[in-house]
Every structure is written in C-alpha cells, then in structure tokens.
C-alpha cells in the first residue's frame, strides 16, 4: 500500500512533485505524479479538488500501484509542477470524515449498532447503522460525540502490517492487500483502518449536530453536520428567523402561531372565493341563456370556473350549445351530438387538443386568434 503525502500530512496545502508520465488523451491530459497531495475518492470520501501549475485538476484516479493520475486540460510546461489543494473542500472533508469515524465508534460500543455504509455528500453526511436507536439514544450519543469535541482527543495514523490488525475497526480491506495498513486512531475510543484524510484533535471538529434520521432496510440512515456547516446552517437559519419575523410581525417564538393564523384566514377565504365564484357563475350562465349568447372569454379564468358557467347555463337550458375560453383552457358544452361534432375543430382552432365525453369537450389553448371560426361554427 503506497501511502500519499496526503495521508502522511492532511494540512498541507501546497506541494511539489516531480512527473513520472503523461498521457495525452483526446481531449485532456493524464498527469502521473511521483507523490501528491490531492486526496483521490476512496473510502466514502469524495476526491480532493487542486490545481497542478495554476491548472484545475478535472479528475484524480488512484492506480493499482498507489500512484495518483491527475487530469488537467492543458499540457504541463515543466517536469516539476506545484500542487495545490482547495483548502475549504479538504478541511471541510477532514472534519466530516472524523466525524463519521467518532460517531461510528460510539454508536457501535454503546448502542450495538455498527456502521454498513458512509456517503460524504455537498450538504449532509449519512451513516447507515445495523439496528435503530431510539430518540433518547440519539440524544445520548450527540451528547457524548460533543463530549469526545469538547475533550480534544487527539487523532492520529499509523501503519501497520496486515498481520497486526486485532481488535481494529474495519468494514473492509481490499482483497489481496500487501504492504503496510493505515490506522487512524481516536483517543482510546476508536482504532480503525482508513486510507481518508483526518483533523488532528476532535476538538478541531467544533461540534456535530445529529439530524432526524430516516429508514435504512437493515436499521436507519443517520444523517450529520459536522463543523463549519454547522455554523453555516445556524447562520442561515438565523437569516430565515429574522427574515420571517418581519414578514409575519412577530417575535420567533411567536411564528407557528402567526403561521396557523394565516392559514386559517386562507382556508377561510378560499372557502368564502369558491362560494362567489359559484354564484357568479349561476349568474353569469342564466345571463348567457336570455342573451342567447354561444361563446365568452374571461381573462384568468380556470377550467373549473368555465365548468361552473357551463353547469349554470344547462340547468336553464340543456340544449344550449356554449363555448367558454379562460386562461388557456376551452370548454364546449351543450347536446351531445353538436359538441361531439364539432368539439375537435375548436380545439383545432385553438390551437389546442382535448377531449371530452356526454356534451362536454374541454382541453387547452395557446391561441385565440381564431376565435371568429370558432363562433361562426358554432352558429
């Protein structure tokens, strides 16, 4: 196992190497380094982002012989280039990997339930654990995660031979690994064998926030934040709290109740708008009938107002044949031979498609400009 300046030392963040091999693909370059400081994926960890002279890296592939192949885009001018690692993303890795290792390790000695898997994501790391742990047990183990932070317990690697590993923590090794194995230690809480990249005392990990988890079909998916995106996700909540405490009038502690206020209130009016809209449209559908009126627009209007006329204006008179167009929504209505027959030349017309069944045909729009057709076919 080739152990990378990277894992020797996660805090470097500049380095230089020398190229052993270039591969000039079709449209990038495969750039071979003797040693390097840009972590590839691996583990559940994502790779590490970089730049080798100036150039981003697009892409970092490990080989079977442990050496990196970084793909850039350009041609590199020299045979010794300057490596560069993007901070932020590595330390933001660093502390989500040691964070998934400390809870990994008390989740497994105090409550029985050992990891199956680990995702890094952008935004939110997830553990998947054997078994569940009930509400009282997640607050325990956050508590005791932020106790281990609060202890700086220091965590540190070493390597040693695959003859070596009893009583280490370990998901999996590759088949057929030779050479020395990488140990990463917590204190005394936890030794286990990772290739990742790691802080170097729990305290560096500020806090964990353990989020509500969700179901996993052999136990649950724990879900995390770790550090910075703690303090980053409390300061945009807090941006949202004083935001909504603007709009709602009203302290934080007050929200819910102001929203359930409003919520009311718009259940409220969408009660008392629907009973409107149904008398206007009774309204409407027996002014229709005495105009011995064939067709209306109504600007804003849904499908389900223009059913409504429709039905005002049957109940007057069944056989009077009637087309009303809305916000880019049509409906004929009247016996059904005549709507039958002529319902799919409206929709024609309309610039639309629809259909429709026992005198009446409705579908959508995007044009009225032939609304003239519409009405002479009708009469």
Known sequence: MTILACQQD????????????????????????????LYPEGGGQPDDHGTLDGQPVLGL?????????HRVAQPLATDS?????????RFDHMQQHTAQHL????????FGCPTLDF????????IALEGTLSDEQLVALSEMANQAIRDALPVETQLVSVEDLDDVRSRRLPEGL??????????????????????????QLQCIHLLPPVSHPKGMRLRYLAGNRVLRTLSASWQRQQELSAVLSCGPKDHRGAVERIQRDAK??????RQLQQELASHIGAQLVRDQCHNLHRDGADLG??????????AVDPAHLILLTGEGVFLLAGEVEPVAAVGPQIATLLSGRGGGSRGRFQGRMTSMSRIDECISLLQ
């Open 103 to 110: 809870i990994t390790a008390l989740a497994a000695d105090h």
């Open 119 to 126: 995702h890094l994501l952008p935004d939110v790391c997830d």
């Open 268 to 273: 409220s009016v969408s009660r008392t708008k």
């Open 10 to 37: 996660a805090y470097r963040r500049e380095f230089t190497a020398r190229v052993s091999e270039v591969i000039h693909r079709e449209d990038s370059f495969d750039v071979v380094l003797e040693d390097t400081i």
């Open 61 to 69: 592939q490990r080989r079977p012989s442990g050496h990196v192949v």
């Open 81 to 89: 280039v300057s490596v560069k690692v993007d901070w932020s993303r």
């Open 178 to 203: 030779s050479g020395p194995v990488r140990l990463v230690s917590i204190g005394s809480l936890d030794l286990n064998t990772c290739g990742g990249t790691h802080v170097s005392s729990t305290a």
């Open 305 to 314: 107002f223009l059913k409504a006329i429709a039905t005002a204006v049957q």
